[in-house]
């Protein structure tokens, strides 16, 4: 293992509840187990025991606001870890178990330990196979056996025997592989050399050269799989849009359908809106051309019958509504103007 920082103060510190990183996915609260040379075991709330690498710890906090945590598990059960000198050691102890390899992130997986090598561990997983990991970028270890077990995973699952990192990439050449899970430094292709310093990947016409040292996981990528699974997918994807294009005529269909029949409704409606109006419009001058008549009609009588009896009482009694003139109004009806006298 390469030299780390010095981190020797996190010794005071111990039985102490810390956060390892501020925050991300490696973030986590608990008791603070031991410290070695390599890395420290934190005791967490949920009662597991994680492994951080002080390689990659970029922030350590104490909050004194906060009670210790109580312990999850009697220190009889972890003496035997305690025990181990370095991360190496470590993973050996977790040899052909399940473990959680980081706690987030694209390059998190969980897995069975197949080997520990001098700098790198092949870990068999369900995504991806078999994966290789240089054990200098692996932030946090985890047991994972109550999350899998492992009558999952194959029995004798075949990866390569090798003593480090730099064979393993031998044996991958002129393979597929895939380097790295995710994030932007993630791509396949053939590896086509392997050097002391970089290693050479060719995809279609790109040619990647690759330094070793940042390489996290490399895996080899069974192409034929690959490809019968995406025929699967294409044909499903195929009946799925042929599905979707039915739908999509059926609805037009149906949205015509009811265009159609909103378009004939609304004539209907409308004819029956403008045939109403008409009737009212009608019945309205109708009742004002009766009622000019008839106010029309009854003030001539009345006038015609007090000039009868003015001219039979020689004007003793004047007659007090006479007609002053007769008009048209503005929706062409005649009207009656009637005075009253005083």
Known sequence: MEHVQDM???ESMVGKT???????PEAKDGRLLSVADDYLMLDTPEGDILYYSLEHIKTICRDLGKPSLPLKHRRELFEEYLENSDLKEVLQSFKYGMIQVDRGGPESRIGKLLDVGDDFIALQTKEDGTLYYQIRHIKSIGDASEECEKGDFEEKPSYQHVKNFHEVLKE?????????RGGPESLEGVLTEVDDDYITVVHNKEVYRVLVFHIRNISEVDKSKENSDGENKNEGSNENKQNKNKNKNENKNKNSNKKRKSVRQWYQRRSRKVS???IRKTVTRYREKTTARYHEKAAVQYHRKAAKSRRKHKGAIRPRVEIVKAVYNSRGM????????A
């Open 172 to 180: 991958m050449l002129h393979c597929w592989v895939r380097v790295n």
């Open 18 to 24: 810390l956060r390892i990183y501020k925050g991300g």
């Open 8 to 10: 020797s103060f996190l």
């Open 334 to 341: 005649k009207e009656v103007r009637v005075k009253q006298r």
């Open 276 to 278: 109403r109006v008409y």
